[in-house]
């Protein structure tokens, strides 16, 4: 068990799915608010519902954590329907499928803001 975190408002991207999905539920069933941030609206969507459901606590936020300005406003848009910001995870990543040699500049731009720059 992680410890309890009532009290506490906790940001997950990647949230919509896999990792992201498991932390943002456990983090919830350990009394925290949960932020779901994630690109696709409608597997955020489904997170929130599966928090609800268990009698937690959740809001979806759509972002791209790749975008300088939606974190931004990602962070601006919890603290003001919660007051504050107390756990920030970082999960939400890209994986481009393509060989190292055959990499486009745009792919390599992607996954260094999602994968990278983001948790700045």
Request: no cysteine.
């Given at each position: 068990?992680?410890?309890?975190?009532?009290?506490?408002?906790?940001?997950?991207t990647?949230?919509?799915?896999?990792?992201?999905?498991?932390?943002?539920?456990?983090?919830?069933?350990?009394?925290?608010?949960i932020?779901v941030a994630?690109?696709?609206?409608?597997?955020?969507?489904?997170?929130?519902?599966?928090?609800?459901s268990?009698?937690?606590?959740?809001?979806?936020?759509?972002?791209?954590?790749?975008?300088?300005?939606?974190?931004?406003?990602?962070?601006?848009?919890?603290?003001?329907?919660?007051?504050?910001?107390?756990i920030?995870v970082?999960?939400?990543?890209v994986?481009?499928?393509?060989?190292?040699?055959?990499?486009?500049?745009?792919?390599?731009?992607?996954?260094?803001s999602?994968n990278?720059?983001?948790?700045?």
């Amino acid at each position: 068990m992680i410890g309890d975190l009532s009290g506490k408002v906790a940001v997950v991207t990647g949230a919509g799915q896999g990792i992201g999905e498991g932390i943002a539920r456990l983090f919830a069933k350990a009394g925290a608010k949960i932020v779901v941030a994630t690109r696709t609206a409608a597997n955020g969507q489904e997170t929130v519902n599966a928090i609800l459901s268990d009698g937690g606590e959740a809001a979806l936020i759509q972002t791209d954590v790749g975008a300088h300005n939606a974190v931004d406003e990602m962070v601006a848009a919890t603290a003001a329907k919660y007051g504050r910001l107390d756990i920030m995870v970082h999960n939400a990543a890209v994986y481009p499928l393509y060989s190292i040699e055959d990499l486009p500049d745009d792919a390599l731009d992607q996954t260094l803001s999602v994968n990278l720059k983001a948790a700045f």
